[in-house]
């Protein structure tokens, strides 16, 4: 499992131009709005440094499920599919590959929040570990997004996955400013939890973390991946037919 980890990194890190953008935009994005100065609770260091952190995590997604999806296309799962490895194996050296990749953008997000002038506490370093842990759920959808379409297909899916962070989550604006609706619609989905619980831990204020975010959050990324795993499984066995 370790060396299928391996494997994988090292085809992640194969495409250099996709990794700077990964973590280039969201970097990006954390520097121009601070330079606007904007009024809001929302656009607080704070407060935004959480979101940019999500915001990466979607594009995390994006690559896993082109890097399924190419795995799929070629000859690897065919060969694969002859080794004593489980399902879930592949699944956690999916995952195990990611680490590395999450927690070097994750700091050079912080860095970038410090020099801005986030105040450095031992939080930081709570929320990088804790973000390691909401990353599961990005990764799981990733791969269940790469197990099921093409890789044209992860393009699409993957910017959907993208817009639904930015606009459910709160990272730009509170989701009581736009409607009952789609207040109820941002509570359904996890991506709200997932920033309340990040933003939780960096500013030490654990009473934004609701129990209704945890079981959320917990409830998704646990079904996120045992359906993951089920049909990256039943597509192993499809595709080699």
Partial sequence: MLNFAKRN????????????????????????????????????????????????????????????????????????????????????????????????????????????????SINIIFTILISMIVSILFIALGILIGSLVSERGTGGIGSIVVQLVCFTSGMYFPKESVGKVFAKICEILPFESCLNIIKGILNNNLDIISTRNIIVFLLYTIVVLIISIIVFKKKMISDNK
Avoid: H, W
């Fill in 9 to 120: 990194f090292k085809e992640l890190i194969r495409d250099p131009l996709s990794l700077v953008f990964q973590i280039a935009l969201p970097i990006f994005l954390l520097f121009i709005f601070q330079q606007f100065n904007i009024p809001a609770e929302n656009y607080k260091l704070e407060n935004f440094t959480p979101g940019i952190i999500l915001f990466g995590f979607s594009f995390v997604s994006l690559f896993t499920a082109t890097l399924i999806s190419k795995d799929r296309s070629s000859s690897l799962l065919i060969r694969l599919g002859t080794s004593p490895m489980k399902s879930s194996d592949y699944i956690l050296g999916y995952i195990i590959s990611l680490i590395p990749i999450i927690i070097i953008q994750d700091i050079l997000f912080f860095v970038v929040a410090c020099l801005l002038g986030l105040n450095f």
